[in-house]
T-cell receptor, first 113, second 111 residues
Framework: DTAVSQTPKYLVTQMGNDKSIKCEQNLGHDTMYWYKQDSKKFLKIMFSYNNKELIINETVPNRFSPKSPDKAHLNLHINSLELGDSAVYFC????????????FGPGTRLTVL | QKEVEQNSGPLSVPEGAIASLNCTYSDRGSQSFFWYRQYSGKSPELIMS????GDKEDGRFTAQLNKASQYVSLLIRDSQPSDSATYLC???????????FGTGTKLQVIP
């Protein structure tokens, strides 16, 4: 009965590889997000989708491509991984109101060697 | 570029004391303010939200908002060792809840 789930939990890969992280929410929310948390614990929004439509696209390298096949799923594909991509990536979801709580997934710790 | 500023800490308080966490934000148009708690190795979880000037209390937690000073604070009464975590201040504005987080304050409650 996990509300927001992500796979995988850990991802270790070599520079230059392509990898994907998957996210699913069973809360019936309309909006989903990807955040990146760096080694200094700074949590920064990357993308947001509302009902499968991209609504927030922060200054993120175009090596990062989100995809939302339906409103319960938001995946993140990363091409040509770089050392600086090492971080914890969190998926989150909320209803689309400004006051609605964002519920975070458990995170995916990506390590690029 | 919106900014949310927090003292990174660590803030150390003895068990049973009041912990006071502070946050300032740059965008006068910000409408929603949140405090998230993040335990080490875990995901952030919302503990308080506040939208209008004044105080909002929930159990041992009180959030205070002063829009004129662009200042948000979180008070934790009767601090417990289980409160030891990083507390993230965040502000939201515009449609679809674009939330900007601060860098967090690490709180240590000493038994």
């Amino acid at each position: 009965d996990t509300a927001v789930s992500q796979t995988p939990k850990y991802l270790v890969t070599q520079m230059g590889n392509d990898k994907s992280i998957k996210c699913e929410q069973n809360l019936g929310h309309d909006t989903m997000y990807w955040y990146k948390q760096d080694s200094k614990k700074f949590l920064k929004i990357m993308f947001s989708y509302n009902n499968k439509e991209l609504i927030i696209n922060e200054t993120v390298p175009n090596r990062f491509s989100p995809k939302s096949p339906d409103k319960a799923h938001l995946n993140l594909h990363i091409n040509s991984l770089e050392l600086g991509d090492s971080a914890v990536y969190f998926c989150a979801s909320s209803q689309d109101g400004l006051r609605d709580t964002q519920y975070f997934g458990p995170g995916t710790r990506l390590t690029v060697l | 570029q919106k900014e949310v500023e927090q003292n990174s800490g660590p803030l150390s308080v003895p068990e049973g004391a009041i912990a006071s966490l502070n946050c300032t934000y740059s965008d006068r148009g910000s409408q929603s303010f949140f405090w998230y708690r993040q335990y080490s190795g875990k995901s952030p979880e919302l503990i308080m939200s506040i939208y209008s000037n004044g105080d909002k209390e929930d159990g041992r937690f009180t959030a205070q908002l002063n829009k004129a000073s662009q200042y948000v604070s979180l008070l934790i009464r009767d601090s417990q060792p289980s409160d030891s975590a990083t507390y993230l201040c965040a502000e939201g504005s515009g449609g679809y809840q674009k939330v900007t987080f601060g860098t967090g304050t690490k709180l240590q409650v000493i038994p």
